[in-house]
């Protein structure tokens, strides 16, 4: 897919991602092309005061049907230790959802905010690179794939909803279809969690090139040979230019250092609820296979297959994540300080400065202060599943319920 194409694509999804999002209310700004940013809704005391009081009756809907998006999940009937526990960890879902929505609710403005800080800082980058085309090709298959994921997900997690208990009085049916609709905006809020990762990184990875470019273009000024010699006025002037962009990509990676922390801290309930979310579904649909397999019933496919799909979304966050922390230092690892060093007293103080405001500026991206996303926290992940199931079935074996004993006398 050639650069043009895949800028066309990525801007067509991005515009259908954001009309998505208005019209599953998470935003409620509007797009100025001309501008390329997103503006305010017109707001009078009145229509802010119906604003917050529509939020609140959205919350206590969304916080009433939670419950009923999970039932599916779990049994009627609690026969084990291991039932309770598996409850215990869907009620924990059901709060943190609760209290991811009503963070969302509160930090519209601030996250519309971080969104102008990202199209500002993408058109300052296509001037200083002189790019054009910013989106690469994996943007696209990156973004695809994400969707394909959350449809999976989706679809296995809704069709339930529509069977006919849910549907008995008019009360029931419009508390499915809040449940829906509010749990729809809930996965488009998730899916930006991994979106503004891929972009930081994808805009790190521009700067980056753009650097080394740059430096390329600097090897003339220390050849010793006759035909690219130069004059100590064109290297002097060349190298105070070189300065001056290298002052400007400086300023750039500090301005993506701040928006990429300022994404984080927005959201970052969010991607908390994000990664508790698929850890818990994966081990609920691996305990509701167990079950099966235990109860001689018919083995569910459908439970392993929705299992990978929720691995695969803790996988891109992370994938995205450590992406884009590696891009961010590139840098350090460039012969920037050995480059035409001594040659320019301006030049040298430009790459001194921006050395160190790498190693000041270092990116982390840390989630409430407990865990780094990175590939490392992968594997973390899987042992942690491997150590819940464990615990799953001992509490299965151990119960005390009447059932525990026929599932112990399988295992004898």
């Not at 066309?8 to 409620?28: E, F, T």
């Not at 960890?89 to 709060?95: A, F, G, L, R």
């Not at 891109?316 to 920037?336: F, G, I």
Request: some cysteine; proline content about 2%.
């Amino acid at each position: 897919m050639t650069g043009k194409r895949a800028e066309s694509w990525s801007r067509l999804l991005l515009l259908w991602l954001y009309r998505c999002a208005r019209g599953l209310l998470v935003l409620s700004s509007s797009l100025d092309r001309d501008k390329l940013q997103l503006k305010a809704p017109k707001q009078g005391s009145r229509n802010r005061f119906l604003h917050i009081l529509w939020r609140c009756i959205v919350v206590m809907i969304y916080a009433g049907v939670w419950p009923m998006l999970t039932s599916a999940v779990i049994g009627k009937r609690l026969e084990s230790y291991a039932d309770v526990f598996a409850l215990a960890q869907s009620m924990s879902v059901s709060i943190l959802a609760v209290i991811s929505f009503v963070i969302q609710a509160r930090a519209e403005n601030q996250f519309r905010e971080v969104l102008n800080r990202y199209l500002a800082l993408y058109q300052r980058i296509c001037l200083t690179t002189r790019l054009r085309h910013l989106f690469p090709t994996k943007f696209v298959v990156f973004f695809l794939l994400k969707l394909f994921f959350t449809l999976c997900g989706c679809f296995h997690e809704v069709i339930p909803l529509f069977e006919t208990p849910h549907f008995g009085d008019i009360s029931q049916k419009v508390a499915t279809g809040f449940g829906i609709y509010m749990w729809l905006g809930t996965l488009c809020v998730l899916d930006a969690c991994f979106l503004g990762f891929l972009v930081s990184g994808i805009l790190y990875e521009h700067m980056a090139t753009n650097i080394i470019a740059m430096l390329k273009r600097m090897e003339p000024i220390e050849s010793q040979d006759e035909r690219y010699r130069m004059t100590k006025y064109r290297r002097m002037r060349l190298l105070c230019d070189f300065a001056d962009e290298l002052d400007e990509c400086a300023a750039i990676y500090s301005e993506l250092y701040q928006v990429t922390n300022s994404f984080r801290r927005s959201l970052q309930w969010q991607i908390l609820f994000y990664i508790y979310l698929n850890f818990i579904n994966i081990c609920l649909m691996l305990y509701q296979y167990i079950l099966h397999f235990l109860n001689d019933d018919e083995v569910l496919l459908v439970s392993i297959a929705m299992a990978f799909v929720k691995f695969a979304n803790l996988v891109l966050l992370n994938m995205c994540a450590d992406y884009t922390v590696r891009q961010s230092e590139v840098p350090k690892k460039l012969p920037l300080d050995i480059v035409c060093s001594d040659l320019d007293e301006r030049w040298d103080k430009s790459v001194e400065t921006f050395l160190g405001q790498l190693q000041t500026q270092r990116l982390e991206i840390k989630v409430l202060g407990f865990f780094h996303l990175n590939n490392e926290f992968i594997l973390l992940i899987l042992s942690a599943i491997i150590s819940y199931l464990f615990i799953l079935i001992q509490f299965g074996i151990t119960g005390g319920f009447e059932a525990s004993e026929d599932i112990k006398n399988r295992f004898d």
